[in-house]
């Protein structure tokens, strides 16, 4: 059985209750086979012996000592036990705070193994955190490396400990091998069974490394391996060479009111010469906010629907996908091209929906513009042969893969804003070809960016209102939607209410955030769009796709709260017109280093590609591809920023491996074909990935998980 089929509930195991199980589910660990990856952050040596005299802060104590007295400070019923200790390099004292009833399991004369950190405090060497035995029974704690866990709630490391036992001595009986032996023997890497028990229960602080860093290789080269194999397949998945008419494409060229930027023209001929030739297109665009990378896109779909075929561009959320739909409906009808396009939204329902599915069923919409909706089994499409994702790392590896599976051998463009820095672009993206813009629009002003501690915040209040007299808009962003009270705050909500009355009372203040229904925020942005609403309240669920050339300012209270990629987004907003822009970040005067350094390098630049590097360089690659934008990457056990090299090495394993045996039909491959079959039966990337580690809770909108439906479909040249 491979790991990824361990897929009981961890219920099954002896003393863990639905209650348990709930907290072990905030950890993410929801079957045993999650439980047994559930790894130690940390192992304490219980092996070692630390003395009193060698204890330091940083050095925890591990030795045999002596009670030799008790002692109480303060008065009933608030006193506090202290025991006295000793061991052979001097004396200590075990604070028991709330556990007085200590004093019957530590009596003056009894021996014990005590470990813990001490500290000197009012002239002793002092632990209030420690755990102890009796020293003249079998060990039950000591005498071996220990390991400690992440935690949820009410769950103890004795909680954890103990299931995980259970587990490996229940369930870990003979795991299928992963990793092939020749692949093992080349890296020096535990099995996986020698590699599941020793990175639990290791003998030795080498074996807990060794453990972990099998693990660790595993799921990069498995991550790898598919990379390997995509890049393979698209190679030999093969189509007969075509040649693309281009007469609406240069009637749409035509009918611009500008001209393409020699970046866009040239990335717009790359992707026209992948999208004819026999090989199905994979390619990345990154482009800065508002380098025109929706013209390029939408320029290359033009000759596919004009030869017959449909293409679906997909954006994250139902704001940027809607302005899509309007802005590509004005060009098409502008320039008279013949092109049905339809937006699917969660708005409508019943027998429009049901008219909109058959339309593109039967291949009567040409360009299918939505969100996750597009993703769902109901929607068929008729032929559909181009697929274009907008903000790509805000959707998971199985959306994009539930999106090309209604296709057969699609051409594949993704598009960000959000630069990714050189040094991962290969890793991530290493099977698919990569074109940049760079240029700028011109008339394009950059936006003058102002730092501003919250003290001084009247002062931006006041640059703003002498904006907003002058005719323009202005957006305001918060971090959180209402005040909770667990953080001290400025939210969306209550800065609305003051905005409006004790700042802008003349003004129209609008407010928009993730838990409005879409009909209110499509309202809202209109409304904001058409300048009925002078100040625009929000969350950052404007960072992506909101344009309008009017707002000249845009506040950022608690910068440091956000991200530099989010805070580049977000400034990318203003300056989009003719008018001078300005970006104020409102910070609080009690900074951390890293948001301190964040703050000068969004100041110091615009680049958005050396504000990727940057963010690299402040945060590491482990966050800037894990936890903080999963859309990339989601690691259960590495981490870029100490595992880049084993990353390194994992790449050149498995493209080696694919280069000689592009199938994995060899008998030393079998081994690694079988595993990535077991883990895509499981509904994960990789033997050791989770499921929601694919397809990113903060990508999803809400009732993106039903079927949405389209209301609008518009005919270019016939309106």
């Not at 703050?599 to 945060?619: M, N, P, S, V, W």
């Amino acid at each position: 059985m491979y790991l990824a089929e361990i897929t009981q509930s961890v219920t099954r195991l002896p003393g863990v209750g639905p209650a348990k199980a709930r907290e072990f589910s905030r950890l993410g660990v929801t079957t045993i086979g999650d439980l047994l990856l559930h790894l130690p952050r940390d192992y304490e040596n219980r092996v070692e012996p630390v003395s009193f005299a060698e204890a330091t802060p940083e050095r925890a104590v591990n030795t045999t000592a002596t009670v030799v007295a008790h002692s109480y400070v303060g008065r009933p019923p608030r006193q506090i036990l202290k025991v006295h200790i000793r061991d052979d390099s001097g004396l200590a004292v075990l604070t028991c705070f709330g556990r007085n009833f200590l004093a019957r399991s530590l009596p003056e004369g009894k021996r014990i193994r005590v470990y813990g950190t001490f500290q000197r405090r009012f002239g002793d060497l002092q632990a209030t955190a420690f755990e102890f035995e009796d020293a003249d029974r079998e060990p039950r704690l000591f005498d071996r490396i220990l390991p400690v866990y992440p935690l949820s709630g009410k769950l103890s490391q004795h909680d954890v400990r103990t299931a995980v036992a259970t587990a490996i001595q229940h369930y870990l009986v003979s795991p299928t091998e992963e990793l092939p032996g020749w692949l093992r023997d080349k890296r020096a890497l535990y099995s996986t069974h020698d590699a599941i028990v020793r990175v639990h229960r290791p003998g030795s602080v080498e074996e807990a490394r060794r453990a972990r860093a099998t693990l660790v290789y595993m799921e990069l080269f498995f991550l790898q391996l598919g990379i390997a194999l995509r890049s393979a397949g698209r190679q030999t998945g093969t189509r007969a060479q075509r040649s693309l008419p281009r007469s609406m494409y240069a009637q749409l060229l035509a009918a611009l009111p500008y001209r393409l930027t020699t970046d866009q023209q040239r990335v717009s001929d790359e992707v026209l010469s992948d999208l004819e030739s026999e090989i199905p297109m994979a390619r990345l665009l990154q482009g800065d906010v508002g380098s025109g990378k929706t013209i390029v896109a939408l320029l290359s779909a033009i000759p596919v629907i004009e030869a017959g075929m449909q293409v679906a561009l997909m954006a994250p959320t139902e704001l940027l996908a809607r302005q899509h739909a309007d802005a590509l409906s004005t060009l098409l009808h502008g320039a008279g091209c013949d092109v049905s396009l339809a937006l699917l939204s969660g708005t409508v329902s019943g027998t429009a929906r049901g008219e909109l599915l058959g339309a593109i069923r039967t291949g009567a919409v040409d360009l299918v513009v939505g969100t996750h909706a597009v993703f769902t089994s109901e929607v068929e499409f008729r032929n559909l042969q181009y697929v274009i994702i907008d903000e790509q790392h805000r959707f998971g590896v199985l959306q994009r893969l539930a999106l090309m599976n209604k296709a057969r051998q699609p051409d594949l463009l993704l598009m960000t804003a959000t630069p990714i820095p050189r040094t991962l672009a290969l890793t991530v993206f290493g099977d698919m070809k990569v074109s940049t813009i760079r240029q700028m629009p011109p008339g394009r002003k950059p936006v003058e960016t102002h730092l501003s501690v919250h003290d001084h915040a009247s002062r931006v209040y006041d640059a703003v209102g002498r904006e907003l007299a002058a005719g323009r808009q202005a957006y305001f962003v918060y971090p959180v939607i209402d005040d909770t009270g667990k953080l001290d705050l400025k939210d969306a909500e209550g800065m609305r209410d003051h905005l409006q009355r004790e700042v802008y009372p003349e003004k129209a203040v609008g407010l928009v955030h993730s838990r409005l229904s879409d009909d209110e925020k499509q309202t809202t942005m209109e409304a904001f769009r058409a300048g009925r609403i002078d100040v625009l309240v929000a969350t950052s669920v404007v960072e992506v796709g909101v344009d309008v050339p009017n707002a000249t300012c845009m506040v950022i209270e608690h910068a440091e709260r956000f991200g530099l990629a989010a805070l580049h987004q977000l400034r990318g907003r203003v300056g989009r017109g003719s008018h001078k822009s300005y970006c104020f970040l409102v910070y609080d005067a009690d900074l951390t280093e890293i948001a301190k350094e964040r703050l000068k390098a969004i100041h110091r630049t615009h680049d958005g590609f050396e504000i990727a590097e940057e963010d690299l360089r402040i945060r590491g690659p482990g966050d800037i591809i894990g936890t903080q934008q999963s859309g990339y990457l989601r690691f259960r056990v590495a981490d870029l920023a100490r595992d880049l090299e084993v990353m390194n090495q994992a790449r050149h394993d498995a493209f080696e491996v694919v280069e000689g045996d592009p199938a994995l039909t060899r008998s030393a491959n079998r081994a690694l074909s079988d595993a990535l079959k077991s883990a895509r039966r499981a509904g994960r990337l990789t033997p050791i990935s989770r499921r929601d580690e694919l397809i990113p809770v903060e990508a999803a909108e809400p009732g993106a998980g039903a079927v949405a439906t389209g209301d609008a479909i518009a005919r270019g040249g016939d309106q």
